[in-house]
Nanobody, 126 residues
Framework: QVQLVESGGGLVQAGGSLRLSCAASGRTFSSYNMGWFRQAPGKEREFVAAISWIGSNTYYADSVKGRFTISRDNAKNTLYLQMNSLKPEDTAVYYC???????????????????WGQGTQVTVSS
């Protein structure tokens, strides 16, 4: 089992950058593929990015490709999301998630991930 705590959210102007962190407790962090989702008011939770347990493979939603970078430091039990060139439409609560379904094709289905953090708010002003 793993517990997840996000941090690093805040208010930023369009075009700016933020780095989100997700601190994981438990000795099994390095064995999990990890991901980031986001949820804007009135919308469903949306897949943002995922990374394999060793960090060799990454996956991104088309909406963030080229602007966001997911990474992890297994020695620190921490997952990161570097967000550059932020847009107002990136405004959402961002969630860290662990233990996805076996198939990458199911990664976008939030209900198939097993562990979640409490979320951190990101607001991008125009």
């Amino acid at each position: 089992q793993v517990q997840l705590v996000e941090s690093g959210g805040g208010l930023v102007q369009a075009g700016g950058s933020l780095r989100l962190s997700c601190a994981a407790s438990g000795r099994t962090f390095s064995s999990y593929n990890m991901g980031w989702f986001r949820q804007a008011p009135g919308k469903e939770r949306e897949f943002v990015a995922a990374i394999s347990w060793i960090g060799s493979n990454t996956y991104y939603a088309d909406s963030v490709k080229g602007r966001f970078t997911i990474s992890r430091d297994n020695a620190k039990n921490t997952l990161y999301l570097q967000m550059n060139s932020l847009k107002p439409e990136d405004t959402a609560v961002y969630y860290c998630a662990a233990d996805p379904p076996p198939s990458y094709s199911d990664y976008a289905h939030a209900s198939k991930w097993n562990y979640w953090g409490q979320g951190t708010q990101v607001t991008v002003s125009s």
